[in-house]
């Protein structure tokens, strides 16, 4: 059959490729040590999952409203608020099924064709390719490991152009784990404002910080910011829910109504019982979510005494998320021959920086256990060593 011409312009998602290549391998004995997709190894805390499991046997299992269930649109609304001095109410958010799903809505809710979305790279795999299915272009600026892969005020300027529609904003980062300070957010809301675009910000790794970092919305730099801010985030990362498919967005009333009319012909609404889950994760004890985070920067700490200790690789120090962006370019080897001999040689996964738009670069995952990490380390040592 004749596919759709949107088809051929887009790329399978190598972050989801990479990690079925090493599962696949794993089910066939080999021994995987796996850095590739950035999902947490620890169970879902079981106060969230008892509270689906009570949802199942009330019966929540019947359709519900495409936009979420009141419930959990009210727990999101305060949680902005309370946390993120956003001030949103009910109208301003939807349940997605997951943050991916929530900026798939947002871009079709909100982009035309010929419509310039910017987004710096490096970037998550899936925004370019999004934003063409949304028959956008995506604008793609060049950050360095020098500016600590940030985009500049005056590179977000230069690039602004009339067609331009949104921004993509994601700190912490994935890939790179950076974290925009909230002098630097502000004054990148600067230009959102004079320009008068819209900003996208993708925030689900705002609970994954260390040392010292701190996590700021753009939304809440000023009034101005806020009207022109959607806020995209879900429970995959901070809650290790990742196959609940629960996310959100927030922001202008107007733009939420056109996604929850998108999701009532696409998806309708997320799993009833898993949106108590989430109820729960909201309004329950955020001691797991602090427990998992110390876990994770125990595992950064190990992770970035290794990397720095093998000749020829260099990094700039994450301070969010899951991730290690280090740059190859000294093995002379792009991004996909590193990664492709690692996995072969060593059994080793990384994801090659070409998915984000780096081909000098590979991504390191520490969303794993420890014992995992130290093996792997030390085969990336040697592989790295044998190609210097
Ligand atoms: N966001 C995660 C990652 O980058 C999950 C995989 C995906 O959806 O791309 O590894």
Redesign the pocket.
Known sequence: MKLAARVGQVTP?L??AV?TKAKAMKAEGLSVCSF????PDFPTPAHIVQAAQKALAEGKTKYGPAAGEPKLREAIAQKLQKENSLCYGTENVIVTNG??HSLFNLFLATIEPGDDVIIPAPY???YPEMVKLAAGNPVIVKTTAKNGFKITPEQLRQAITPQTRLFVLNSPS??TGMVYTPEEIRALADVIVEKDIYVVSDEIYEKLLYDGAEHFSIGAASPEIYDRTIVSSGF?KAYSM?GWRVGFLAGPADVIRACITIQGHSTSNVCTFAQYGAIAALEGSQEPVEAMRQAFAQRRQYMMDAVQAIPGLTFPRPDGAFYLFPSIQQTGLTSLEFSEALLTEYQVAV?PGIAFGADDCIRL?YATDMDTIKKGMELLDKFVRSRL
Not at 36 to 39: A, D, I, P, R, T
């Open positions: 998602s972050t989801l990690d590739s997709v950035g999902e943050g991916k998550w795999v899936s994935n890939p995959a990742t994801v995952s």
